[in-house]
């Protein structure tokens, strides 16, 4: 591997949080890259930032071997146009599709735009130009029971709207013909430099409690709730393993070794009014691994890991408390108006002064609600081969996060 041009081109759409991570493990800042050319697109533009980039994405942006495109890709005649390589550069080999809508208050029509449509131009674009990996990721939309961990072969319900559709995606990518689609279903991620989601939510509000000296609770009984959690870090590595095996096997053999039926989980009536979208009996197959750590993590353990990093304690309210809590229509700004003011007053007290931070102690409703998302990993570690890096949840984690937000001026020191 050391000739540049046995290295694959690469494609990564969205420049997300994970994305980000994704970018800086296939080109990484000191060592060789993996890969000989990175092309990155994305609505946003990265010079000047209009988004958070975190402080070592724009380093890997002025890599040699990395392409920045800023594009819309909604648009057809563009989703093709960015699949033509740079002059001098072979067609791309593998694709990384991390597209898709993550905000819960978005309309149905939004979401099949920018997260179905999206998904589905880029892999009919894919297969047309016979690329030899196409890796979509489907995050943790879903609610499973909380008895047990549950293999890929479970067929667990999409949460909500935005559930529904991310899940839609999958089906529209699966009967797409001869595309050598893997599908990587993660837990809840976390890591340096990922300003969203549950467990980044969580390590920002614990803290705040431990600057308050109070303990941080929970409006959820403190039953099982699992909440599966993985470290960006094996979200990169996992998509570089799964790319490489598709890449060998073709869709047919890889349908054959991890191939699962992609359920329909949406309105009939549907059908005929979205573009794409195959029949509600289709039967369709594609390769599709969860991808969680080996934490098992769940609501309480996370809680209680990150409140003991921060010097307090993970509690509950009581029976009366929690009635009340749920079902009061004020009850989000009721449970946020102790830890909003108290990251305030954590962000006005730093040495050096903080002018703005991605990081925010609130709390919305979606994120107060239980989501419980309970995992097998075994099949991507027996089928693909993959290793953790990350295996567990812990303090060293969340210490790694934190002094990496304070070097960049995101987290305040007090």
Not at 227 to 245: F, P, R
Request: hydrophobic letters at 40%.
């Amino acid at each position: 591997m050391a000739d540049g041009s046995l290295k694959p081109n690469v494609l990564i759409c969205g420049v997300n949080t994970y994305s980000r991570a994704l970018a800086a493990f296939l080109v990484p800042l000191e060592g060789e890259p993996l890969v000989s050319h990175l092309r990155i697109v994305d609505k946003y533009s990265v010079v000047p930032a209009t988004t958070y980039l975190g402080a070592e994405f724009p380093k890997v942006l002025a890599k040699p071997q990395v392409d920045y495109k800023q594009a819309n890709l909604t648009v057809p005649s563009i989703v093709h146009s960015i699949f033509d390589p740079p002059e001098g550069k072979g067609p791309y080999d593998y694709v990384f599709d991390l597209t898709g809508e993550v905000r819960h208050d978005r309309t149905e029509m939004i979401l099949i735009n920018t997260t179905c449509n999206v998904a589905r131009m880029l892999g009919q674009e894919a297969a047309e130009r016979k690329v030899k990996a196409y890796v979509r990721f489907t995050l943790p939309f879903y609610e499973t029971t909380s008895k047990g961990t549950h293999d890929e072969k479970d067929d667990p319900k999409p949460d909500g709207t935005i559930g529904i559709w991310w899940h839609e995606t999958l089906r529209m990518l699966a009967a797409i013909e001869d595309l050598n689609l893997v599908i990587l279903r993660v837990g809840f991620v976390y890591g340096p430099y990922v300003e969203f989601g549950d467990i980044t939510s969580a390590i920002t509000v614990g803290s705040v409690y431990g600057y308050l000296k109070k303990p941080m609770k929970s409006v959820w009984s403190p039953g099982k709730n699992p909440t599966n959690t993985l470290h960006v870090e094996d979200l990169a590595g996992a998509a570089w393993a799964s790319a490489q095996w598709i890449a060998r096997l073709g869709r047919k053999e890889a349908d054959i070794l991890a191939g699962e039926s992609i359920i329909f989980r949406n309105d009939k009536s549907k059908v005929s009014q979205v573009e794409g979208m195959p029949p509600h009996d289709k039967k369709l197959i594609a390769p599709l691994f969860n991808l969680v750590d080996d934490s098992n993590s769940t609501l309480l353990s996370v809680g209680q890991t990150v409140t003991s990093f921060f010097g307090t304690t993970f509690d509950f309210f009581n029976l009366g408390e929690r009635t009340m809590y749920k079902f009061m229509d004020d009850a989000v700004e009721d449970i946020n108006e102790h830890h909003v003011g108290g990251w305030t007053q954590m962000i006005q007290s730093s040495n050096p002064p903080i002018p703005n931070t991605p990081l925010s102690a609130y709390m919305d409703k979606y994120a107060l609600e239980k989501h419980i998302v309970a995992f097998s990993n075994t099949k991507i570690k027996e089928v693909i081969g993959y290793n953790l890096k990350r295996p567990q949840f812990n303090h060293d984690g969340i210490k790694e996060i934190v002094d990496k937000w304070k070097e960049e001026g995101s987290w305040p020191i007090l």
